[in-house]
């Protein structure tokens, strides 16, 4: 298991292929829980300990659900896109199994997650930038995961994401646009 992590991580053409032969669910979402649960308990134990510990666990339980929800819903809008695009060899399977491979950057970075809440409120812009390392990494393994998966070459794998993220992007930002437009126009 220590080399197929270390595979997916550092050779992801190598590791990917594999998990799209033999797909574990269970071990992508013991992986998933893993990465997301110890970066979003170590950031909210440490930027969060004034609340009680119940407060605490309610937040690592609601971000681990909201996040594994939409990482399914995501691996199948992935899934629907590259279909569209001609992408002949879709494994709907295979593609959920590494989208929990994907968030192992979150697992590595979690050390940085936490001296950046040890500097206080001055570890904001360093937690902020660990975050941003931590999905342009996950994205890089996602374009190379889908590349796998669906036998395309890089640059379709990229534009699909890039696509993928924009529609989600708009559904989940639009209603917001909308309502605060609503929100200041009946303010003046």
């Known amino acids: 298991m220590r080399r197929k ?13 594999e998990i799209v032969v033999s797909p574990c669910l269970w071990r992508s979402g013991w992986y998933f829980f ?16 004034d609340m009680p510990l119940p407060a605490r666990f309610a937040v690592i339980i609601a971000t681990v659900v909201i996040s594994g929800t939409a990482l399914s819903l995501y691996g199948f809008l ?12 879709g494994n709907p399977k295979g593609l959920i199994c590494i ?36 999905l342009l990494w996950m994205l890089y393994l996602l374009v190379h995961s ?11 794998a990229g534009a699909a994401v ?9 559904v989940f930002l639009l209603p917001w646009k909308i309502g605060f437009e609503l929100l200041l126009r009946h303010l003046s």
Do not use: C, Q
Not at 40 to 46: L, P
Not at 162 to 170: E, H, P
């Open 5 to 17: 992590t270390y595979e997916v991580l550092f050779e992801p053409k190598s590791g990917m292929s």
């Open 34 to 49: 893993l990465s997301v649960g110890l970066f979003t308990g170590v950031v909210s134990n440490v930027w969060l300990s």
């Open 78 to 89: 992935l899934h629907g896109i590259l279909e569209t695009f001609g992408g002949l060899t």
């Open 99 to 134: 989208l929990g491979y994907t968030t192992l950057p979150f697992l590595i970075l979690t050390p940085l997650a936490l001296l950046s809440g040890k500097m206080g409120l001055d570890g904001i812009l360093p937690l902020i930038g660990v975050v941003a390392v931590g």
């Open 146 to 156: 889908l590349e796998v998966v669906y036998l395309v070459d890089f640059t379709r």
């Open 162 to 170: 890039l696509f993928s993220l924009f529609l989600l992007g708009i």
